[in-house]
């Protein structure tokens, strides 16, 4: 009997011992949800409360008698074991959430993702996120905390190891299967907000009014410019590069819609499962009719770098190469801003991987565009220029026209000076081209030798490519000279 007695004191002692942890976590709950800024010591306080209660949940119920564990437990006795860590289980539930159902407790879920959160982390202004989520918030350039909009003193994030250990337990006990926390994909997250905007402009995209058309795509562009999940969100629906599409095909006249348009196309193309959905609608051929049609600098910038992410794909470059992009990229690149100047030669430099697009490019006109450039000295695509020509240099008819175009004098002009060590690289790469298709351009290069010693310096220093060609260069010389036809 007075084991009996000891027994049913020991469960007495823990049930108090329950409802006193209890109260101090209720009391401790609210101060972390009504307070306007997170405190570390009470997070801390709260977490060694939960530790009390899991340590009770495990070990309290089946007792202990002088400091050691009783033996096995009789059938009645793990009976009041699993009652005494449901009561334990239930008692943290109770503090967790107000409802009495299996509903989610409110703050257990992510203020921008709406779903539990797997790793639990404060802002400096106390509200709390999961990692992964406001971590995409802060990396898309946001300095301002989603909740209370205030501005953050620092972007640290603090684990929040009371409401983890709070959703383990709840989840635990309700049968929910919450992953571990995984790292974000480079593609980003899609959160519940965004969703909801997305919903809202894919109305808007097919609505019959003008003016809610035009403001969807201005803001589809803004969104997909400072947001990669908005970009991934975007192509994960069937008509919605399609309904934008249709838009920028009507927008002929409209100089603002169709920049908008077209730049909403080139931050969708950045993500990688768009260009595939792109590439195989009629969205190149758009693209190529846009910078046709004309219109501001940045629409047809924006083109020509939208046709560059493009050609990431073999099959776009063959698309974007056959539907007639090469003129008015070239044109772009004789005629463009600055800005604009380098998206069209970023484009032609990417489609010319393909050898069936030197062919087109040589025919229209990019070496004399390339050696236009080379030989403007404030020209600000010199070293795109002199990349593009080492490129398409391989092909015979390119290193003819450079004979012709007055090539050489310029490529000797950046050997002997020098101005980097890659212009340099390409301009030898482009000179030995010349030298091996055209014969009569050896006297010229000959001349430049005795008079500088140029190729001979280029074949002792430079990058290992820049000497092999150039000492390509000086056998071919040597070859030359010594022979009886000498015809240079």
């Given at each position: 009997?007075?084991k009996?007695g000891?027994a049913?004191?020991t469960?007495?002692?823990?049930?108090r011992?329950?409802?006193?942890?209890?109260?101090?976590l209720?009391r401790l709950?609210?101060?972390?949800?009504?307070?306007?800024?997170?405190?570390?010591?009470?997070?801390?306080?709260?977490?060694?409360?939960?530790?009390?209660l899991?340590?009770?949940?495990?070990?309290?119920?089946a007792g202990?008698?002088?400091?050691?564990?009783?033996?096995?437990?009789?059938?009645?006795?793990?009976k009041?074991?699993q009652?005494?860590?449901?009561?334990?289980?239930?008692?943290?539930?109770s503090?967790?959430s107000?409802?009495?159902?299996?509903?989610?407790?409110?703050?257990?879920?992510c203020?921008?993702?709406s779903?539990i959160?797997?790793?639990?982390?404060?802002?400096?202004?106390?509200?709390?996120?999961?990692?992964?989520y406001?971590?995409e918030?802060?990396s898309?350039?946001?300095?301002?905390?989603?909740?209370?909009q205030?501005v953050?003193s620092?972007t640290?994030l603090?684990p929040?190891?009371?409401?983890?250990n709070?959703?383990?337990?709840?989840?635990a006990?309700?049968?929910?299967?919450?992953?571990?926390?995984?790292?974000p994909?480079t593609?980003?997250?899609?959160?519940?907000?965004?969703?909801?905007t997305?919903?809202s402009?894919?109305?808007?995209?097919s609505?019959?009014?003008?003016?809610d058309r035009?403001q969807?795509?201005?803001s589809?562009?803004?969104?997909?410019?400072?947001s990669?999940?908005?970009?991934a969100?975007?192509?994960?629906?069937?008509?919605a590069?399609?309904?934008?599409?249709?838009?920028l095909?009507?927008?002929?006249?409209?100089?603002?819609?169709?920049?908008?348009?077209?730049?909403?196309?080139?931050?969708l193309s950045?993500?990688?499962?768009n260009?595939?959905?792109?590439?195989?609608?009629?969205?190149?051929a758009?693209?190529?009719q846009?910078?046709?049609?004309?219109g501001?600098?940045n629409?047809?910038?924006?083109?020509?770098?939208?046709?560059?992410?493009?050609?990431?794909?073999d099959s776009?470059?063959?698309r974007?190469?056959?539907?007639?992009?090469?003129?008015?990229?070239?044109?772009?690149?004789e005629?463009?801003?600055?800005?604009?100047?380098?998206?069209?030669?970023?484009?032609?430099?990417?489609?010319?991987?393909?050898n069936?697009?030197?062919?087109?490019a040589?025919?229209a006109?990019?070496?004399d565009?390339?050696?236009?450039?080379?030989?403007?000295?404030?020209?600000t695509?010199?070293?795109?220029?002199?990349?593009?020509?080492?490129?398409l240099?391989?092909y015979?008819?390119?290193?003819?026209?450079?004979?012709?175009?007055?090539?050489?004098?310029l490529?000797?002009?950046?050997?002997?000076?020098g101005?980097?060590?890659?212009?340099v690289?390409?301009?030898v790469?482009v000179?030995?081209?010349?030298?091996?298709?055209?014969?009569r351009?050896?006297?010229?290069?000959?001349e430049?030798?005795?008079?500088n010693?140029t190729?001979?310096?280029?074949?002792?220093?430079?990058?290992?490519?820049?000497m092999?060609k150039a000492a390509?260069?000086?056998?071919?010389?040597?070859?030359?000279?010594?022979?009886?036809?000498?015809?240079?």
């Amino acid at each position: 009997m007075a084991k009996s007695g000891a027994a049913e004191g020991t469960a007495i002692s823990d049930r108090r011992t329950a409802e006193e942890l209890k109260k101090e976590l209720r009391r401790l709950i609210k101060a972390i949800l009504e307070e306007d800024e997170g405190r570390a010591e009470t997070y801390k306080e709260a977490s060694e409360v939960i530790a009390a209660l899991k340590e009770l949940r495990v070990g309290s119920a089946a007792g202990m008698i002088g400091g050691k564990r009783p033996p096995p437990a009789s059938d009645d006795k793990v009976k009041h074991q699993q009652l005494s860590e449901k009561n334990a289980t239930s008692a943290i539930e109770s503090v967790v959430s107000t409802q009495a159902s299996v509903s989610i407790p409110k703050h257990f879920l992510c203020p921008l993702s709406s779903a539990i959160m797997r790793d639990p982390v404060v802002l400096a202004t106390g509200e709390t996120y999961d990692r992964a989520y406001i971590q995409e918030w802060l990396s898309s350039g946001n300095r301002t905390c989603p909740q209370t909009q205030q501005v953050l003193s620092t972007t640290i994030l603090t684990p929040n190891h009371l409401v983890r250990n709070m959703i383990s337990l709840w989840c635990a006990t309700h049968g929910v299967d919450l992953r571990p926390p995984e790292n974000p994909d480079t593609d980003g997250l899609i959160t519940y907000s965004d969703r909801c905007t997305f919903s809202s402009l894919l109305t808007d995209l097919s609505s019959p009014s003008t003016a809610d058309r035009k403001q969807a795509v201005k803001s589809l562009r803004q969104l997909t410019k400072r947001s990669r999940s908005f970009r991934a969100l975007v192509g994960e629906d069937p008509t919605a590069i399609p309904q934008l599409l249709t838009i920028l095909s009507a927008a002929v006249d409209d100089l603002e819609l169709r920049e908008d348009a077209v730049t909403a196309l080139l931050n969708l193309s950045i993500h990688d499962a768009n260009k595939k959905v792109i590439g195989e609608s009629n969205g190149v051929a758009l693209l190529i009719q846009s910078m046709n049609l004309g219109g501001t600098m940045n629409t047809l910038g924006n083109a020509a770098a939208a046709l560059f992410t493009l050609s990431a794909l073999d099959s776009n470059k063959v698309r974007i190469g056959e539907l007639g992009a090469m003129s008015p990229l070239i044109d772009l690149f004789e005629t463009g801003s600055p800005a604009a100047k380098k998206d069209a030669a970023s484009a032609i430099f990417n489609l010319c991987m393909l050898n069936e697009n030197k062919v087109r490019a040589v025919k229209a006109g990019a070496v004399d565009a390339c050696l236009a450039e080379i030989a403007n000295s404030s020209s600000t695509i010199m070293d795109e220029s002199l990349a593009l020509l080492a490129l398409l240099s391989a092909y015979q008819e390119a290193a003819e026209e450079v004979a012709d175009g007055g090539g050489v004098p310029l490529l000797l002009k950046v050997l002997r000076e020098g101005t980097s060590v890659k212009n340099v690289e390409n301009a030898v790469v482009v000179l030995y081209a010349v030298c091996s298709s055209v014969r009569r351009k050896l006297k010229e290069v000959g001349e430049e030798e005795k008079m500088n010693g140029t190729i001979s310096k280029l074949a002792c220093g430079g990058t290992s490519r820049s000497m092999r060609k150039a000492a390509g260069i000086l056998e071919k010389l040597k070859r030359i000279m010594h022979s009886t036809h000498y015809s240079c």
